[in-house]
Nanobody
Framework: QVRLVESGGGSVQAGGSLTLSCAVS??????MAWFRQSPGKERDWVAT???????SVSESVEGRFTISEDSTRNTLYLRMNGLKPEDTAMYYC?????????????????WGRGTQVTVSS
């Protein structure tokens, strides 16, 4: 089955940047995404890479975060610029099967263990 391993998290001051990586092993997932979760809150969707390569991001990170994939390395990335304290969370890589409609957020059922991002003011 698909296995996901996140890396690249850490502590950074507001306005800084980080790039998260998700190493993928096993069958190539059709849908890939990033989610994040803060203590006491639900796991929130951040960005999706769709089967045909198109991407979408949440309103909360648009213009600052970019999701991308290096297929030659079987790695999914999340480039985070202009980080804010409210971006502090555990970030998770996720995978799931495609649908005729694309990659609705409900398809993501395979998860990595997460990587912590902490943004200080």
């Amino acid at each position: 089955q698909v296995r996901l391993v996140e890396s690249g998290g850490g502590s950074v001051q507001a306005g800084g940047s980080l790039t998260l990586s998700c190493a993928v092993s096993g069958p190539t997932p059709s849908c890939m995404a990033w989610f994040r979760q803060s203590p006491g809150k639900e796991r929130d969707w951040v960005a999706t890479r769709n089967p045909l390569g198109s991407t979408s991001v949440s309103e909360s990170v648009e213009g600052r975060f970019t999701i991308s994939e290096d297929s030659t390395r079987n790695t999914l990335y999340l480039r985070m610029n202009g980080l804010k304290p409210e971006d502090t969370a555990m970030y998770y890589c996720a995978a799931g099967p495609r649908r005729l409609t694309g990659c609705p957020r409900t398809v993501f059922r395979i998860w990595g263990r997460g990587t912590q991002v902490t943004v200080s003011s």
